[in-house]
């Protein structure tokens, strides 16, 4: 799901990116390898956690929380396949994602599931939840380890405690982050489901090289290695059909494939953002102005971001 994460944020990520693609030289002796495993490994938690601090102080959180919550985790090494959560679980932990990734999956009965999200370094996992029979917050999605990986362990009940202390104006900012950051989480799902099967393939795929993806002369390459029936999960649509687009657009010269990697070339358009402006104009001209409100209606620029408020029937001015 949608992480605060501004432009620097994502610089900081792909460094992590960078650090766990590159490999150690095999001419060095073992001691000194050895010494530079544990060095990157630190250093790829520490930066992982530098991470973690910007997305939750996006969220207001008072910086002494985040510095407790951190000092007190748990980490915790996960092989391949294993499954870090389980849907239903009440064990009130979260997790930050220190190295490797996660497929995040949402069960759907009968054994079936669909993937989520592809959660990769200094991202928090297992924090949806939902209320179970007996009023216990109970895990909505489970966790399964696409690499291996370390998570650091969170208690929800000691951030929950400290929540509890803070003045009434700090929780409402932390609560109105929390809005908007749903919202964001909202409009992108609501987004996809509207689009061609085409474009929710390129907007997946164009995120997924933003938050785990490393440059190189040819493009960026996607460090997970994701099949065609994870992608199909993602967007909603049949592997067969993931499998042609998939081919039309290495045709194309937009995408290759290194190993098991896939390669966003330098064609690929990463401004195929899913919003239509002239759709979003319509439907503003189409508001009446004698409508009332007590919201602003958002103007939209030709990349679908939000540029200014103007009330309804003002149009934009």
């Known amino acids: 799901m949608t992480q605060f994460l501004t432009g620097k944020d994502l610089l900081d990520r792909r460094r992590v990116q960078s650090a766990l693609y590159k490999h150690i030289d095999p001419t060095t002796n073992k001691g000194t390898e050895t010494k530079k495993v544990k060095t990157n490994i630190s250093n790829q938690h520490e930066e992982a956690f530098t991470m973690l601090r910007k997305s939750l102080g996006h969220l207001s959180l008072p910086l002494d929380l985040v510095d407790e919550v951190i000092e007190r985790h748990m980490a915790v090494v996960y092989e391949k396949g294993a499954l870090a959560f389980c849907e239903g679980n009440t064990d009130d932990m979260l997790a930050c994602i220190l190295s490797g990734y996660v497929f995040v999956y949402c069960p759907v009965g009968d054994g079936n599931r669909t993937l989520v999200q592809i959660a990769g370094p200094g991202e928090i996992i297992g924090y949806a939840d939902y209320v179970d029979e007996k009023g216990r917050h109970a895990r909505m999605f489970e966790a399964q380890v696409a690499s291996k990986c370390t998570l650091a362990l969170f208690s929800r009940d000691l951030i929950t405690r ?114 239509n402006p002239h759709k979003s104009n319509r439907r503003v001209k189409a508001v009446s102005g004698r409508r009332s409100s007590t919201f602003a209606v958002p103007a939209v620029s030709a990349n679908g971001r939000a540029i200014s408020y103007a009330a309804p029937g003002s149009g934009g001015r």
């Open 162 to 275: 400290r929540l509890a202390d803070l003045p009434p104006d700090a929780v409402i900012s932390i609560l109105a982050s929390l809005n908007t950051f749903w919202s964001e989480n909202l409009r992108r799902f609501t987004t996809l489901l509207s689009l061609p099967l085409k474009d929710r393939l390129m907007i997946v795929m164009s995120e997924l090289a933003k938050r785990t993806g490393v440059r190189d002369k040819e493009g960026i390459i996607l460090i997970p290695e994701i099949g065609h029936e994870d992608l199909a999960e993602m967007i909603g649509c049949s592997r067969p059909m993931v499998t042609r687009m998939i081919s039309e657009m290495m045709e194309s010269r937009l995408l290759s494939r290194r190993g098991k990697q896939y390669v966003l070339l330098k064609k690929w358009d990463f401004n195929n953002n899913g919003h």
